[in-house]
């Protein structure tokens, strides 16, 4: 019996949602800086946040991305609403997309969050613009 979670059904198909949104060479890189101590952690956000929430029918990947957004930026998750922002060139959420999140987070989780989130996209767009293939 494989006791392996890489080879379970959710694991692969989390690992493969995750790098159609994160992009491979964020995954890898979060793969090869895990350690004996987070090598669960990765496995759990990849099982569940990817292969089960996801990789769900109900919302697509556009959809997703603009959830998630809002609700990091609402949170002060201001290192996820960076790699997030990065990640709508892989979803297809548009900037119009983004800034329509974050004034809904204005409204509904504060003016500060909402400020907070619009500048951080805007130094990911800068970089993004600059390097549009890294």
């Given at each position: 019996m494989?006791d392996?979670?890489?080879?379970t059904?959710r694991?692969?198909?989390?690992?493969e949602?995750?790098?159609s949104?994160l992009g491979?060479?964020h995954?890898d890189?979060?793969g090869?800086a895990?350690?004996d101590?987070?090598?669960?952690f990765?496995?759990l956000?990849?099982?569940?946040a990817?292969?089960?929430?996801?990789?769900?029918p109900g919302l697509?990947?556009?959809?997703?991305s603009?959830?998630t957004l809002a609700?990091?930026?609402a949170l002060?998750?201001?290192?996820?609403?960076?790699m997030?922002?990065r990640?709508?060139?892989?979803?297809?959420?548009?900037?119009?997309d983004?800034r329509?999140?974050?004034?809904?987070v204005?409204i509904y989780a504060?003016?500060?969050?909402?400020?907070r989130?619009?500048?951080?996209?805007?130094?990911?767009?800068?970089?993004?613009?600059e390097?549009?293939h890294?």
């Amino acid at each position: 019996m494989d006791d392996d979670p890489k080879n379970t059904s959710r694991y692969r198909t989390g690992l493969e949602v995750r790098r159609s949104v994160l992009g491979d060479p964020h995954v890898d890189r979060a793969g090869d800086a895990a350690t004996d101590f987070d090598r669960p952690f990765q496995q759990l956000i990849t099982e569940a946040a990817w292969g089960t929430v996801w990789a769900r029918p109900g919302l697509s990947k556009r959809e997703r991305s603009i959830v998630t957004l809002a609700l990091l930026a609402a949170l002060g998750h201001d290192e996820e609403v960076a790699m997030h922002v990065r990640a709508t060139a892989n979803t297809g959420a548009s900037r119009d997309d983004i800034r329509e999140a974050f004034l809904h987070v204005a409204i509904y989780a504060g003016v500060p969050a909402a400020n907070r989130a619009f500048r951080i996209a805007k130094e990911v767009f800068s970089q993004m613009d600059e390097a549009p293939h890294a």
